[in-house]
Structure formats: structure tokens, C-alpha cells
């Protein structure tokens, strides 16, 4: 399973991570985070458990499971940490998270792992289960440099008890943070479905079975219908766009299980465009890799307008398929695209627009994107070299 990433990587980098992973043989390690489907934790989890297996690290991935009323709490605590601003917490909703956490903590066991990885906020109060002897990780998936001090204030209750915590990048750490704090950027699977080779056929067949043109220039964004994601900054740039090219534009989105905001997103978006036959938005169940693939195989431009991001995945999807990115110069978006070499970082409406329309208009230079984007990925971000990371943290933090 790990040779066939060979074509991908050189041969050393494969032996060297079998060398690594030697040295955790007999240790158990658990991922534990809040949704089997949909975002990109899900994601990276459902290849990397697999993964860290065949290297003969025993790995077991557990999912947290919360209700509606528990997850709408820890979507506006997401945004406060990520936003820095929004609607107070309530002491009833921390009542609340209590509860769900408990009852998480009958449910998951926990105690017969060497090394426990929590996957972002959602899951972080099981640590209270924490045994003498077990090393417990916080990894973080957002952005919280400057997070809104009283979500920052309930979230250091559990934090102070887990040993380390990684994030994305060292500008998302916030300052008052304690405990060891590792880098370890996020990767994509070049064998995932996803990411893997599709003909042409198949891509044409995709696009016009949900009634796009494959012959005409169409912009995509794939995103959970998620404000942060701004997809209506999306729209309203290809509005501009449209005034002088004739283009399409896709919407591709899918909701998470552990964020209740999308059904409403989703709609607004209908209603907004309700009207337009060129633009197409598609809510896809979340396992619609081969879907998903082909729409980024198949478009002319691909775009992040995100708020916020935590990394992106989508970024560094579409650089593997050769597509130039254009996307808003922030969090993990910043850290894959480089400024005209591989794409665009924008910072307006405006500024998509016009680096949209700089791209419809020239075939060379999104050739010429696209191939740097994939070298980026395949130098950067790509599941080997993340599975490396993870396991010189595991056998770092255990000796
Ligand atoms: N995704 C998908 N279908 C969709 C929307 C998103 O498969 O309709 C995938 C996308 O390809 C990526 C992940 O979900 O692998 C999203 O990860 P990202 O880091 O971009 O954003 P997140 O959702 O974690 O904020």
C-alpha cells in the first residue's frame, strides 16, 4: 500500500518513513474528531488512519457524536475562535457541551491508547479522561490568533491538560498558549478518488450530467456551504466577470454532519440564483469523490474566496489537477498558492473578478500556473511527507 506512493515520492522518502515507523511498533494510537463525512479533518482521517496501519502503527479513528444543539454551539465557538468576534457564550451552552462530553466519555474509550490525537474543538473535553502515562495531542485545524477571549477562555480549560498541540501554520497560534505547540501543514491523497487520474470522457460526462457546458469556460469553488467559505462573494465577482465573458459558474458544496449552517447557506444560494442558467449549485453527498474530481479536472479557473481558512484542501486539490487557484490571501489559502506563480491571492470581490477574467483570457498562463501548482503540492503537501510529520511527533512526545 505505501510502495504505491513510489511513483509520487522518491524511494527513500518510503524507506526512511519505514524506518520511522519501525521504532512505533507496539504503540496504539487514537483519532478522535466529530464527523465521518464531510470537511477536510474527515477527509485527511479516512486516508491517514489506513495509512498509518500499513506502516504497522496499530490506529484506530473514533467520531464523536453530538447533537444538533451541541454542534450549533461549537460552530459559533469555531467562529469565535476563528472570527474573533460574535454572539456571547451562554452558560447554558456550556452546561450543555458538559453534557455531550460525558456522554462521549462513556461511549469512547480512550484508555487503551499510547498517543490520542483530538481533532479540534468539538472532541477537546474527553481529555479529562486522560490517563498517567498517555500523551494527548490537540490538533487544530483553525485559525485562533486572535480568538474572542471568552471562547479562548473555555477552550484553555482543556488545553492546559493535553501535552502538545499542533496547527497549520505558526501565525494561527495564539500567544498565550502553554504547552509545546508543533507545525504540521495538512496534505492531500494523490490515490484518494478524489485526486486520482479521470479520462476526458469521464469529466465531460460529469459535467454535463449536471448540466454544465464542457465547452464553455466555467469557474468552480467546492466548498461546505459555509458562510466563511463566502460564496456569495463568489457569486457576485462572477457577476462582474460575466458582464464581458460568457462563462459558467459551479457551486459545489456538501453539508457536515457536525455543521448545522449549511441547509441555510445552501438555500440563500438557491434563491439567489434561482433565475441564472449559468450558474449550477450543487449540493453532492459527501462521497462524491469521483464528482468532485471531475469538476475540478474540468473547469477553467478554480477559486477560494474563504474569509477564513483554516488550510483548504481544495487549494491544494486543484493545483494537483494543474488548475490555476485563485484564492483570498488568508490562513492555510496563503501558505499554498504563491502570488502569480501558481495562482492568485486576492482580497476583494473586485480583485477575483479581475483575476478571473485575467485568467479566462489566457490559455498560456493558466497552462504555465498549472504546472508549478502541481510541482507546490508535490513538493509540499502530499500525504507521505504527512505522515512522516506524524510520526516524528509520535516518537518525539513519547520518549
Ligand atoms: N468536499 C467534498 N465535497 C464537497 C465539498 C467539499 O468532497 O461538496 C471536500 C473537499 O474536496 C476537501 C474537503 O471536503 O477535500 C474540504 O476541506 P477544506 O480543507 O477545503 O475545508 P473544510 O471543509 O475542512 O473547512
Redesign the pocket.
Known sequence: MIEEYIPFVSEETIEELFILSKKLNGVKVLHVNSTYK????A?ILHRMVPLMNALGVKTDWKVFKGDKKFFSFTKKLHNLLHLGYGEKIRSEEIVYYLKITYENFKEIDTENYDVVFIHDPQPMGLVIKKLPGQKWIWRC?IDTSSPDPNAWNFLENFLNAYDVCIFHMPEFVYERIEIPTYIIS?S?DPLHP?NIELSQEEIFQTLTKFGIDPEKPFILQ???F?RL?DPFGVLSAFRIVRKKYDCQLAL???F?EDDPEGEEVYKELLNLTSDDKEVFVL??P????RE?NAFQRGATVVV?KSLK???????S?AMWKEKPVIGSNVG?IKRQIIHGITGYLINSVEGLAMRIKQLLANEYFRKEMGYYGKERVKHRFLIIRHLRDYCLIISRILN
Not at 481558512?309 to 481544495?314: A, K, M, P, R
Open positions: 464531510g470537511g477536510g479533518v477527509e485545524h495538512p492531500i478524489k467546492v466548498s461546505r459555509d467559505k459545489v458544496g456538501s457536515a449540493n453532492l459527501p462521497d462524491s469523490y468532485v477560494q481558512e483554516g488550510f483548504g484542501l481544495v487549494v486539490e492555510g
